[in-house]
């Protein structure tokens, strides 16, 4: 890809500055990247496959062992395969022309019983971040859809749209480094983490708030901020002073900052320790959620009813000549509801999708409640034009030992509706 912005351009006019690789990097990655194999028979016959000398070692259950001709750390494998194929990834830290520089080698070892190690390296990625945290990657191409770890190796080091496979995490870091100023002042100890080296030195370069975790020794959080890129740190920073300052330990930091979000929420006050550095972060953390979820819950019946009133209006005009219908057998009532505010609440009680589905407002559609002196037993919706029982169900859909007695008394008394329907 051709360089689009005078950033991108920058970088590539940089790159040409950038030494190659040496020889003595490409060693000591062979070294100590690869994962060199002893082979081992049945008879305990172990083969270095990096210079092929052999020789029986019974007793030595051990899983690695030096080989005493070439003294490579080998990996002992008991089994019959002859052939082995390592690859893995050596990063150099470097810097070029100010911009902090992480170099991703591929290098590939084949090896072979009796024959010698076949070795290839390939230098694949380059991130380039600049002092302000900006970066840029050039890279060779990947075949796309493959599973396999190859690259395109004839493909050139070019700028290339950003994507999360080039977030390498290497077998190895290349221990000289090379660090621009802004790095070496930042507190960056050499350590990563658990993170890959760009989310370090990205996170490091593009948010000071970041030196100031390393250099307190909030590692936790360092770690939970560089790796969590899509949280803004920004979000949480006054209540980390807070912990800070009150030697406060977040121990588990993501239900910490699903913590300060709800507060936030609430309207709480993101500075005070009484609400910042909870004794019991869980039980707190919990409450919070209930209480969120039912202010949700509020939220939702407030606009149910809102919607219900706005459609009042249009239910009476449809319905309205079916009003005051009511028969029973001296047991089961039945009556037609009067208002959406009713079926609301017939629909709330009952768990059913009455209200949400808008029978109501269905031209065809008339519901009907059917309840004995002490309790609700089943909603039912007819059809107008067919005179018939569309539905008619009680809690949760499910059905009353009342079920057939109530439709049998519709059916009986379908001649009050069909009257007010010629009406
Ligand atoms: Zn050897």
New binding site residues.
Partial sequence: MKPKTKFQKQIVAASKKLPKITDAQIKWAYKNCIEHIGQKTAKGVIT?L????SWTDKENKAEHCN??????K?KIEETRKRSFLDYEYLCIITTCEGFQVLRFVYVECKMKKGEEPRYFNMEVVQRWIAPNGKYATMAKLRPMGFFRQDWLWWSDLEIRPERSLYNITPTEIYPRQKLIPEVKRSGYNKQFYDLTPFDVFSFLLGNNKAETLLKTGQAELFRYFAYNTRKDISDYWASIRICMRNGYKIQNISEWCDYIDLLRFFGKDLHNAKYVCPKNLKKEHDRYVKKKREHSEQQRREEKRKKALESENLFHEMKSKFFGIEFTDGFIHIRVLESVDEIVQEGDFMKHCLFTNDYHLKPDSLILSAYTDDKKLETIELSLSKLKVLQCQGVCNQNTEYHNQILKLVNKNMPLIQKRLAA
């Avoid at 990096?50 to 000398?53: A, D």
């Avoid at 080989?67 to 490579?72: A, E, L």
Wanted: hydrophobic share 10%; aromatic share 0%; charged share 15%.
């Fill in positions: 270095c990096e210079c092929n000398h080989c005493p001709n070439c003294k490579t080998l």
